[in-house]
């Protein structure tokens, strides 16, 4: 199917695009980096790899270009995300998206391109991503606490999109911790990475406390808002990637402390997978009810990539689990996640995919007489600025 649109539609198109289009790519990249890096081998994984991760930068730049050009064009509507309870979430999505693309590269780009620009970029990734992801967690919550207007109803697991970011920065970040220099360079990074950790960690547990809250004291979910149940998964997957990868990566610089790091994170990532694994069958059972009689459907909308990311977070703390431990018990539960994943990820895609051609997620075209009557009114204002 071919669609052929003007600059207008072009415009139109930039208008619409909201930074929650960044959780595809937060979901192809995680999906990719999990897929090439499986310490369960099996044929063509890399080719796969490279090929999503060749996909994920085409999508990133698409993403990051309409984007900017929304900001540009639409500064008004730009702002009003943030006016909006539910779309100033997404922002955390964009942190996160920058984020993945920077792990993507350092884990797959290294074994493509030319290693000391690869980690080049991934730093410098990195560090975008890591200030942009301090900052969701902050104005975002912020504007909760100050200006938007919620219930107790409204509480939904999709508040820690914005608080989640410096985590994932966090996990990210500790792969690169030996690329950063001298000692005292590595020790700054690894105590910022310890504090953004710090920062999502408990966060985590007093958004999802009031989640809690909200399931119990409330009547039940409904369908539209179930995937994203899903959401809790990630922060937990993330904490045990970053406890789990720590002890391996700062045995240089903090050697005093390496035993006592490794038995923190076999000890904490090892309850933390716990917790994970009874959230994934209360979300499995959540989302079963609503695909039963009694339930009401789970329509599809762009928060299906809760069944991506989410999942592709915890795989990466279960690989990281495996790598320290060094246990086959890991390995094979990481790749039994890795199968649920792509089961997941193949039918987002591909309803995203059909989504966008048929004009349900986003509109390819401005409505009707819209874009003469724009036009009609830059040419009045420009009339009355010349009288």
């Not at 209360?282 to 695909?291: D, E």
Request: glycine fraction near 10%.
């Amino acid at each position: 199917m071919s669609i052929h649109f003007g600059r207008g539609d072009t415009v139109y198109l930039a208008k619409q695009f909201g930074p929650n289009w960044f959780t595809t790519v937060m979901g192809i990249g995680i999906v990719a980096a999990l897929t090439y890096s499986s310490p369960f081998r099996f044929s063509s994984q890399h080719a796969i790899g490279i090929a999503i991760f060749f996909g994920l930068n085409t999508l990133f730049i698409v993403a990051i270009t309409l984007w900017t050009s929304r900001w540009i064009l639409f500064p008004n509507e730009a702002l009003e995300d943030f006016r909006h309870p539910e779309r100033a979430l997404f922002y955390g999505a964009l942190a996160m998206g920058v984020n993945v693309v920077g792990n993507d590269w350092f884990v797959i780009g290294s074994h493509v391109f030319q290693p000391s620009l690869v980690i080049d970029v991934s730093k410098t990734v990195w560090v975008v991503g890591a200030i942009l992801s301090v900052l969701t967690a902050v104005v975002v919550p912020y504007l909760l606490f100050t200006e938007h207007q919620v219930t107790t109803k409204d509480t939904l697991a999709s508040w820690l999109i914005p608080v989640v970011p410096p985590i994932v920065a966090a996990a990210t970040g500790s792969n690169l911790i030996p690329y950063w220099g001298g000692a005292q360079v590595q020790f700054c990074i690894t105590a910022v990475i310890l504090a953004m950790f710090g920062m999502t960690f408990f966060l985590f547990i007093m958004v999802s406390t009031l989640f809690y809250a909200r399931l119990v004291y409330h009547r039940r979910l409904g369908g539209a808002v179930v995937p994203s149940l899903w959401v809790e998964i990630g922060p937990i997957g993330m904490s045990m990637a970053t406890l789990a990868t720590l002890p391996t990566q700062t045995r240089a610089i903090l050697p005093q402390y390496s035993h006592l790091l490794e038995g923190l994170a076999t000890v904490t990532s090892m309850a933390l997978w716990g917790v994970g694994i009874w959230w994934i069958v209360i979300a499995a059972m959540h989302t079963m009810f609503h695909l039963r009689k009694r339930g009401n459907g789970i329509p599809f909308n762009m928060g299906w990539w809760s069944y991506v990311f989410p999942i592709g977070s915890f795989t990466s703390g279960t690989y990281a689990l495996g790598h320290l431990l060094r246990y086959d018990f890991f390995v094979i539960a990481g790749f039994v996640q890795l199968l649920i994943l792509w089961g997941c990820f193949a039918i987002v895609l591909a309803r995203t995919i059909g989504g966008v051609l048929d004009g349900s997620l986003i509109q390819w075209k401005e409505p009707a007489g819209a874009f003469l009557q724009n036009e009609h009114e830059e040419h009045t204002d420009l009339h009355h600025a010349r009288g």
